[in-house]
């Protein structure tokens, strides 16, 4: 296992970041490795992000010093959305099979978590993003038929989608985490545009199922300090909740989403005119 530590940046601080420091604070250029379990650690809402990308031998999720705990969910809950091939998330003996775009709940304090593939030449790609828990909820599999579908968008402005909630209150109980994925449909390209903030609430991207040689302009910063990120498939962002979280593609893609902070409330955002970002 390996595991990055990234602090919180003040935004007057971001305004004066080049290109390199900006990817270098909020970009996770590699979150699958075979045989690997890679963490990054988030001071902000302190969620941590991640990849456990199993081949031959299951990987079991250690507690690193970072954690602070015994166990790495004795104090925390985790999503686990699989990208990959076909895979298995044992929990404390049990076993739960997930197929590409399903996902685990696991709550807090379950003790032994292991990731597994079920053909190490098509490996599952878990998805993994933890926050801190106050209390026990179950573990969780859903399915993509059971997550909360949405269809929102139009074609005349390119961004047609679906998005699917995993981690929602409607669909599953958790702490504080809120998670799910959305897919652009062909032809469109922008996800959250209008752009908006959350103040109360982190958030973190996930940008998959795009062609090697595509990428996606993801734009960050306050409204009227923006700045982009060229980001490609599997690399995950750090959005803080000062920061406008938006992004076009070269094509379509997909990308997961997840939040923490005070509230669950997936519509709770401050909503920008394009007119006035900068």
Known sequence: MKIDVRHASHPEAVRGYDTETLRRHFLIETVFAGGEIRLTYSHYDRMVIGGAMPLGEGLPLGAPKEIGQETFLAERELGALNIGGAGRVVVDG????????????????????????????????????????????????????????????????????????????????????????????????????????HDRRMEAYLYFDLEADQRVFHFMGEPQQTRHMLVASEQAIISPPWSIHSGAGTKNYSFIWAMAGDNKSFTDMDHIAIADLR
């Not at 190490?120 to 801190?132: C, I, Q």
């Not at 409607?170 to 996800?191: K, R």
Request: charge should be neutral.
């Open 94 to 197: 049990r076993s739960h099979e997930l197929q590409k775009y399903d996902c685990l709940y696991i709550g807090k304090g379950a003790r032994d978590v292991r990731f597994e593939s079920t053909d190490a030449a098509d490996p599952a790609k878990f998805y993994l993003v933890s926050t801190p828990a106050h209390e026990a909820h179950p573990t969780v599999l859903l399915t993509r038929d059971r997550a909360r579908h949405l269809t929102p968008g139009e074609a005349a402005t390119a961004n047609r989608r679906s998005i699917y909630q995993f981690i929602h209150p409607e669909v599953c109980q958790s702490c504080q985490l809120t998670m799910g994925f959305t897919m652009i449909d062909a032809g469109s390209v922008w996800n959250t545009m209008p752009a908006h903030t």
